[in-house]
């Protein structure tokens, strides 16, 4: 069993930065991705990352502000999130992607994290 847990949330202000941060009891050979739910929607994809980190995947509200990356020996993944906006306020998870399919889809990740709330007022 894998597990994962998110930290780095918080509340910011409009324009501001979080970096995300997700450690893994292990990560070998999988793909990661990170999440959002806002409240009364549905989990939507933000970014993800393979395992090489040589590809990276965006949705298009977060290209050019956000990075995703990853450190393997460390089991980490991380989400700079720049020039944050409120629309980004959600309970943002971070997943491992263990089976194949699109990375855009949560459908072929198989273990999640608990959760970190970003806020950001405006």
């Known amino acids: 069993q894998v597990q994962l847990v998110e930290s780095g949330g918080g509340l910011v202000q409009a324009g501001d930065s979080l970096r995300l941060s997700c450690a893994a009891s292990?990560?070998?050979?999988?793909?990661m991705g990170w999440f959002r739910q806002a409240p009364g929607k549905e989990r939507e994809f933000v970014a993800a990352v393979t395992w090489s980190g040589r590809s990276t995947y965006y949705t298009d509200s977060v290209k050019g502000r956000f990075t995703i990356s990853r450190d393997n020996a460390k089991n980490a993944v991380y989400l700079q999130m720049n020039s944050l906006k409120p629309e980004d306020t959600a309970v943002y998870f971070c997943?491992?992607?263990?089976?194949?399919?699109?990375?855009?889809?949560?459908?072929?990740?198989?273990?999640w994290g608990q959760g970190t709330q970003v806020t950001v007022s405006s």
């Open positions: 997943a491992i992607k263990q089976f194949g399919g699109s990375y855009y889809s949560p459908t072929p990740y198989h273990y």
């Open positions: 292990a990560l070998s050979g999988y793909g």
